[in-house]
């Protein structure tokens, strides 16, 4: 086989180390079990309307990595698109992330910085950012108890099923809280999307005389020749499928969320004026609503002005057969991916990455940021052996 390299998993962390590797000169075969490429990052064109699905969710580029940047555009350009992104709860529509809009439309207030700070650290109690040991306190040390009942309680019960307790103050984090009325979701320097789309980044990544790409080619399945039996301690693999489906699960299952997806073409122009409303309530059962054409107002002479695509987002446990998007990661989960981690050091020449290879919640630009890294400290390493 005239491989040097193969890479299981063509996501972002895949075809990252795929393209590097080829550049510098390896035979890579990539290879994965969908019929397309990109991983949950894929996107394409509804047939009827021609906007833009992102068939798993909605992904919206960020990063303040110099090196990612620079090298996410050699593959595409950006749009300058900001995320803002608002969430209705009782019938009332309030901006996120919690910023001092927020606080005041909430409280139905005035307070300046000072004084919503002021407040918040009163309803926070006894928590305290620093000091907070998960997601519970965490998000009550940010937000003060008020917020957080009303835009985190019942939205994180919907989006993990877990206990906030169970959970990592490091996911609520992932919002800022800020007292002025900066309503970007993201902090980062550099944000914005693919202007051609995912697809399109994602196959110029993978457009290389040195990369084979195969789809529908699932690395457990022993009837195809490029399997785990036949092929580990054959050449080196970079793996970015789950960690625990690796190993069987013999050190149990890893909880991992999944999301189911109901996608309509609706005959209005535009259904919600914006590309994201969460639903923090406990009565409405999914929690958010995407609307793709908002994601590229630069497109509007193309997309239609009398339909949209709206797609309502539902989450729950995976089971083996599922989509793993999100590791739960309760402190259960911590301690098989410790023993998952001591066999995956003890897999020779097998290199574990991304989201679900490192059972991690990575963006994307830390996934290709921990794929350029794994190039430089690892794999690069393979190309200079084989002096190719
Ligand atoms: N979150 C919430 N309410 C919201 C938005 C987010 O409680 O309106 C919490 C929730 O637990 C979620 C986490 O913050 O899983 C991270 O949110 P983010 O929007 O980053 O999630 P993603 O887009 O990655 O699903």
């Known amino acids: ?212 790409v195969q789809l529908n080619t699932d690395f457990f399945d022993t009837s195809q020749p490029l399997n785990k039996e036949a092929l580990v301690g054959k050449m080196p693999i970079v793996y970015t499928g789950p960690i625990d489906r690796y190993f069987d699960y013999s050190e149990g299952n890893l909880s991992w969320r999944t999301l189911d997806f109901e996608e309509e073409v609706l005959n ?15 009565d409405v059962e999914f929690t958010r609503i995407h609307e793709f054409k908002h994601f590229h107002p630069e497109r509007k002479d193309s997309y239609p002005t009398d339909k949209t695509v709206i797609m309502r987002e539902f989450s729950r446990f995976a089971e083996r057969d599922d989509e793993p998007y999100y590791p739960v990661n309760t402190p259960e989960d911590r301690t098989g991916l410790l023993a998952y981690r001591e066999l995956a050091k003890k897999e020779e020449n097998v290199f574990f990455g991304g989201r679900l290879g490192t059972y991690q919640y990575l963006d994307m630009h830390m996934a290709i940021g921990s794929a350029l890294s794994m190039w430089d400290n690892q794999i690069s390493q393979i190309a200079q052996d084989l002096k190719v």
């Open 1 to 212: 086989m005239d491989t040097d390299l193969l890479v299981v998993g063509s996501g972002f962390f895949g075809l990252t180390i795929a393209e590097r590797a080829a550049d510098a000169g390896l035979k890579v075969t990539v290879i994965d079990r969908r019929s397309h490429i990109g991983g949950n990052a894929y996107s394409e064109a509804e047939p009827e309307t021609g906007i833009e699905v992102h068939r798993y969710g909605a992904h919206l580029f960020h990063t303040s990595n110099e090196r990612v940047w620079e090298y996410v555009n050699r593959f595409t350009s950006f749009t300058n698109y900001v995320h803002r992104v608002y969430s209705t709860h009782n019938n009332q529509t309030f901006a996120l992330p919690v910023n001092l809009h927020t606080i005041n439309q909430f409280f139905n207030a005035a307070y300046t910085p000072d004084e919503a700070r002021a407040l918040v650290k009163e309803q926070a109690g006894e928590f305290e950012v620093d000091s907070a040991k998960n997601f519970y306190e965490k998000g009550i040390a940010l937000v003060g108890r008020p917020l957080f009942e009303a835009f985190f309680a019942h939205y994180t019960a919907k989006q993990w099923q877990t206990s906030p307790e169970k959970l990592s103050g490091d996911i609520v984090s992932r919002l800022p809280v800020r007292y002025n009325y900066d309503n970007r979701y993201f902090n980062d320097k550099y944000e914005g999307l693919p202007v051609d789309g995912y697809t399109a980044w994602i196959e110029r990544m993978a457009d290389h005389p040195n990369i084979t």
């Open 268 to 282: 209005v122009g535009d259904y919600q004026g914006t590309p994201v409303m969460n639903y923090p309530d406990a």
